[in-house]
């Protein structure tokens, strides 16, 4: 990895060319908390390709060598390409989860963000830490650089004044606090265009909150399955 001041000189060389497009590699990494103990699932790995206004963000294929490959909440995860288009505050992504392909098309979401003070470094980069609630059980945290100021980050997550390099989600259901963390693990200027590829028609098209919705339920529906296959004794 370049130093600080070198990456720093190679992201105002890159806005200033359209022909360039920033990579960043962010390992992901599911845990279940229960009764104070914790669980990893499978690490995945995702790809969010970059310029000022525009991004994709993809799955990345890679073979699981060193974990349990029976811990399955690790494979509940999102495949497809999430375009985010920051101009027009909007993206579409399919998706292939839960054995279920769906089109999801929908305004990018506004997040309450609340910027701390608290700072550390993220690849010999500073970054700044900020918050947000979703919802009564949800609660977000994001470390972003405001020394990289594209407004995009992993997933639908943006509007930060920087760009994301570490989100972890909470989610606590009372007998299970679920944990996802996204980690930047690598950063490249390619000197290449970012290139919209054709979205796929296939899959029931669905709005955030109808997403959500079924996202929801089918989380209820494995949470059900995982407590009935824990020993409680």
């Not at 000189?9 to 060319?17: C, D, E, H, L, N």
């Amino acid at each position: 990895m370049k130093p600080f001041l070198s990456f720093f000189f190679v992201w105002f060389s890159f806005k200033a060319t359209a022909q360039e497009t920033m990579e960043i590699t962010y390992q992901v990494l599911p845990i279940l908390i229960e009764d104070d103990k914790e669980e990893e699932g499978v690490y995945t790995y995702f790809k969010l390709s970059l310029n000022e206004n525009y991004s994709l963000y993809e799955y990345i294929e890679r073979i699981q060598n060193d974990q349990d490959l029976g811990k399955s909440y690790g494979f509940i995860r999102k495949t497809g390409i999430l375009q985010k288009d920051l101009k027009n505050n909007e993206f579409t992504e399919n998706i292939n989860i839960y054995g279920q392909d769906i089109i999801l098309q929908d305004n990018l979401p506004e997040y309450p963000w609340k910027l701390e003070k608290e700072t550390k470094n993220i690849l010999d980069i500073s970054v700044r830490k900020a918050t947000a609630l979703l919802n009564d059980i949800t609660e977000i945290t994001a470390w972003y650089s405001p020394n990289l100021p594209a407004k995009h980050g992993p997933e639908i997550y943006s509007g930060l004044p920087g760009l994301i390099l570490e989100l972890e989600i909470r989610t606590d259901y009372g007998d299970i606090l679920e944990v996802k963390r996204y980690t930047a693990t690598e950063i490249e200027v390619k000197n290449k265009e970012l290139k919209t590829p054709p979205l796929s028609k296939k899959g029931k098209r669905m709005s955030l909150k109808e997403y959500q919705e079924f996202h929801k339920e089918q989380d209820q529906r494995f949470h059900e399955l995982y407590n009935s296959g824990v020993d409680k004794d």
